[in-house]
Structure formats: C-alpha cells, structure tokens
Nanobody, 125 residues
Framework: QVQLVESGGGLVQAGGSLRLSCDVSGRTFSSYAMGWFRQAPGKEREFVAAVSRSGDSSFIGDSVKGRFTISRDNAANTVYLHMNSLRPEDTAVYYC??????????????????WGQGTQVTVSS
C-alpha cells in the first residue's frame, strides 16, 4: 500500500509563495509518476502539475504556468510543488497523487491510483 502525506499549506497573502511537500511511503517511490491537483469549494478537481518518475519531465497546468513548478527528490521519497505569485483564485485544497507509471506524465485524476488527504492553501487579497 502506498501512503501520501501532504504538508506545507497555510494562509498567505496575494503575491506570496509556498512550497508544498508530499512524502510517499510504502513502495518504490521512483516507480511512480507524481501529480498535484487542487479543488476549490464548489468546483471540480483541477490538474495543477505532474512530473515523471525520474523527474526529467514535467508539465504545468495552464492556470498556474509561469508561477508554479514541480520537482521531486527520489532519495527523499518526496515531491514538491513550488508556488509563487499566489493569487486568491489559487485558494483550494491541494492533493498529491501517484500513478504506477507506464508513461511519463499523467494529466487526469483517474490515471492516479493513490492520493493524499490534501492540504489547504488559502490566499488572501
């Protein structure tokens, strides 16, 4: 069983930065492609970013492109979401997810088998 635990969320002013972490345990971390999604109240879950098993490929969603980046440390079994220039519309619960990888990058929530419990990010104006 794979377990994912997010941390690093909180309250930040618009224009600020946060770094989310997702610690993964239970299986070989490097065998999983990783992703971040978010869900705001009353809205569907939205793709944010994804990274390949090795970390050499990544993709950032259009709504956060140029402000967010994703990275992973396979030695530490951790994936990160670096969020800069935060906006009130970035307020959401952020989830990390793991996909038993055949391909490099996964964009859809149904492609991910394992999910964390989420961490709240609130951006004040």
């Amino acid at each position: 069983q794979v377990q994912l635990v997010e941390s690093g969320g909180g309250l930040v002013q618009a224009g600020g930065s946060l770094r989310l972490s997702c610690d993964v345990s239970g299986r070989t971390f490097s065998s999983y492609a990783m992703g971040w999604f978010r869900q705001a109240p009353g809205k569907e879950r939205e793709f944010v970013a994804a990274v390949s098993r090795s970390g050499d490929s990544s993709f950032i969603g259009d709504s956060v492109k140029g402000r967010f980046t994703i990275s992973r440390d396979n030695a530490a079994n951790t994936v990160y979401l670096h969020m800069n220039s935060l906006r009130p519309e970035d307020t959401a619960v952020y989830y990390c997810a793991a996909a038993a990888a055949v391909g490099a990058i996964y964009y859809y929530s149904y492609e991910y088998e394992y999910w964390g419990q989420g961490t709240q990010v609130t951006v004040s104006s």
